[in-house]
T-cell receptor
Framework: LAKTTQPISMDSYEGQEVNITCSHN???????ITWYQQFPSQGPRFIIQ???TKVTNEVASLFIPADRKSSTLSLPRVSLSDTAVYYCLAPLGDYKLSFGAGTTVTVRA | DTAVSQTPKYLVTQMGNDKSIKCEQN?????MYWYKQDSKKFLKIMFSYNNKELIINETVPNRFSPKSPDKAHLNLHINSLELGDSAVYFCASSQMAASGTDTQYFGPGTRLTVL
């Protein structure tokens, strides 16, 4: 079963930009790519969503190439409070929702 | 005024017991979900209901039985608990059908420990 693939972990320092790439070769044609953030002992929460090209909000940017087989979440100037697990959700059609294992981002002072 | 709530937050029980986890959403959403998150943070969908109708039923042992008395509630009953059932279970809801595009709102999770 095709699924999403993202790095297991990434380390960074405060003030740096963090980019997390998710591979989703079999994303459904009409579905969006959504990223969620999860802090310890909490449920995941929505941070950004896009269909193609670039989307930016107050928290992050999302870059999606034309073939939509991958997407990159960009967190500008991270702080200690951005330490969390980040999940990419790329639906595979027919209600196949694959969150995967997420990427644990650790921000150090 | 919590959007998606789950009870209990922690559940410790013995192997072989039967237990239930309750979930309620006050967002007026049509679709609700149950997810299982293991110790490696892998978040896997188990079930989804849209307007009380089951629409997603992933490969889950039939010891797990969801029940949706109305579209604001989706409870999870687990029979004959096993050690491997230990995990954090998340309930979520979304406005429309479970396409994945619709934003999902998650509850705080229920940490189940089977001894």
């Amino acid at each position: 079963l095709a699924k999403t693939t993202q790095p297991i972990s990434m380390d960074s320092y405060e003030g740096q930009e963090v980019n997390i790439t998710c591979s989703h070769n079999n994303i459904a044609t009409n579905d969006y790519i959504t990223w969620y953030q999860q802090f310890p002992s909490q449920g995941p929460r929505f941070i950004i969503q896009g269909y193609k090209t670039k989307v930016t909000n107050e928290v992050a940017s999302l870059f999606i190439p034309a073939d939509r087989k991958s997407s990159t979440l960009s967190l500008p100037r991270v702080s200690l409070s951005d330490t969390a697990v980040y999940y990419c959700l790329a639906p595979l059609g027919d209600y196949k929702l694959s969150f995967g294992a997420g990427t644990t981002v650790t921000v150090r002072a | 005024d919590t959007a998606v709530s789950q009870t209990p937050k922690y559940l410790v029980t013995q192997m072989g017991n039967d237990k239930s986890i309750k979930c309620e959403q006050n967002l007026g959403h049509d679709t609700m979900y149950w997810y299982k998150q293991d110790s490696k943070k892998f978040l896997k969908i188990m079930f989804s209901y849209n307007n009380k109708e089951l629409i997603i039923n992933e490969t889950v042992p039939n010891r797990f039985s969801p029940k949706s008395p109305d579209k604001a509630h989706l409870n999870l009953h687990i029979n004959s608990l096993e050690l491997g059932d230990s995990a954090v279970y998340f309930c979520a809801s979304s406005q429309m059908a479970a396409s994945g595009t619709d934003t999902q709102y998650f509850g705080p999770g229920t940490r189940l420990t089977v001894l």
